[in-house]
Nanobody, 112 residues
Framework: VQLVESGGGLVQPGGSLRLSCAASGFAFSRYPMSWYRQAPGKEREWVAGISSASNTRNYADSVKGRFTISRDNAKNTVYLQMNSLKPDDTAVYYC??????WGQGTQVFVSS
């Protein structure tokens, strides 16, 4: 199993980023996927989840209305569109399969 995140970077408050997570080594289209994040000095927290067929999407209250999770099963990729970013969104973002397999993370830094 391999999960590879990309798309992080430095962005100003109010800006947007789109994270991607390319998955391989398992039947991606059959499983829900999730994004987590870990800010400096804090525990890792769940951000968003999506069902295998994209018919159910859930979000942490802190990101609801600003972030959108999506997936492309033909490309074995899950995305996290992040809009209206705030400094509190600064963290390393991880995608996970079954909360057992994790990517290496991609850093998001929101600052002016």
């Amino acid at each position: 199993v391999q999960l590879v995140e990309s798309g992080g970077g430095l962005v100003q408050p109010g800006g947007s980023l789109r994270l991607s997570c390319a998955a391989s080594g398992f039947a991606f289209s059959r499983y829900p996927m999730s994004w987590y994040r870990q800010a400096p000095g804090k525990e890792r927290e769940w951000v968003a989840g999506i069902s295998s067929a994209s018919n159910t999407r859930n979000y942490a209250d802190s990101v609801k209305g600003r972030f959108t999770i999506s997936r492309d099963n033909a490309k074995n990729t899950v995305y996290l569109q992040m809009n209206s970013l705030k400094p509190d969104d600064t963290a390393v973002y991880y995608c996970t399969w079954r909360e057992q397999w994790w990517g290496q993370g991609t850093q998001v830094f929101v600052s002016s």
